[in-house]
């Protein structure tokens, strides 16, 4: 088992270093002869968004072309709050409110890499937050349910989702822990917040053949993240790295 640490430590670091970040927005003045465009044909952010894949993704190993080119398209910087865009493709979780947080863009690479999702698979995730992970996630199939356990969170991301134009993302404010029965079976499963045991509604809810990612561990410390296999009705579970997610919530 590898050994990772992706300490939450560093948003504090980072809360105390946003000040003297480089604006990274502004484009070359336009010349006094040209008329301003109206709306920007380039995207400010695509490069940076380019380097986060190369740097960060396919340098540690992430090789799976639907996982890369979805990493590249979405644009990142519109699930933070205004005030971490220029922090947006940096090698870290952030602050998303309510003590949440959207996780580092490797993560979010890696887990849905293990998940294997092909096009018109249909793909459970718990813990929307901003819903990023979704919207990966909707790059890949079409058929992608989200639940999310804080209202204010599950109403901004649906919001979102929609004004991006990820029509295909269905979004519910409830405890995850109980997955989303009307549409099972799902042919994947991620979670995004650490239970401390894998939920059985959630292996229930599983397709034969399915594969559900999923920190697991106590409150307050790491998290082991496991890839449990559906086979034949078996369940077989896979410790792949350690992880640091906020906990799951809820009695269970
Ligand atoms: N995937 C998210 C980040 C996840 S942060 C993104 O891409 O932005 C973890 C999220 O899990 C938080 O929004 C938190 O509110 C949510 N959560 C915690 N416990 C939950 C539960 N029991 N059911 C559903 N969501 C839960």
Not at 11 to 26: D, F, G
Not at 91 to 104: V, W
Request: charged share 20%; net charge negative; with cysteine.
């Amino acid at each position: 088992m590898r050994l990772k640490s992706f300490l939450f430590g560093s948003i504090l670091l980072l809360l105390a270093s946003c000040q003297t970040l480089t604006p990274t927005l502004p484009a070359p003045s336009p010349s006094p002869t040209q008329p301003l465009p109206t709306t920007s044909p380039v995207d400010p952010f695509a490069e940076k968004r380019h380097q986060m894949v190369e740097t960060q993704i396919k340098a540690r190993g992430v090789t799976d072309e639907k996982v890369l080119a979805a990493m590249e398209k979405v644009p990142r910087h519109l699930f933070v709050p205004q005030q971490y865009i220029d922090e947006a493709y940096a090698d870290h979780p952030l602050p998303i409110g309510y003590g949440q947080t959207i996780s580092q863009p490797y993560i979010v690479a890696y887990m849905t890499e293990l998940l294997n999702l092909k096009p018109g698979d249909k793909v459970l995730e718990i813990g929307t937050g901003s819903g990023y992970q979704a919207a990966i996630l909707a790059e890949i199939t079409d058929k992608v349910y989200t639940v999310e356990i804080i209202p204010e969170l599950a109403r901004s991301a649906e919001e979102r989702l929609k004004r991006l134009g990820y029509e295909n993302v269905k979004v519910l404010n409830a405890d995850g822990y109980y997955g989303w029965e009307e549409y099972a079976p799902y042919d994947a499963i991620i979670v995004t917040c650490a239970p401390d045991h894998i939920p059985q509604p959630l292996v229930q809810q599983l397709k034969d053949g399915g594969r559900m990612v999923i920190p697991v561990g106590p409150p307050g410390g790491y998290q082991t993240l496991t890839l449990v296999e559906k086979v034949g009705g078996e369940v077989k579970t896979y410790s792949m790295l350690w992880v640091l997610f906020v906990p799951m919530l809820g009695e269970h």
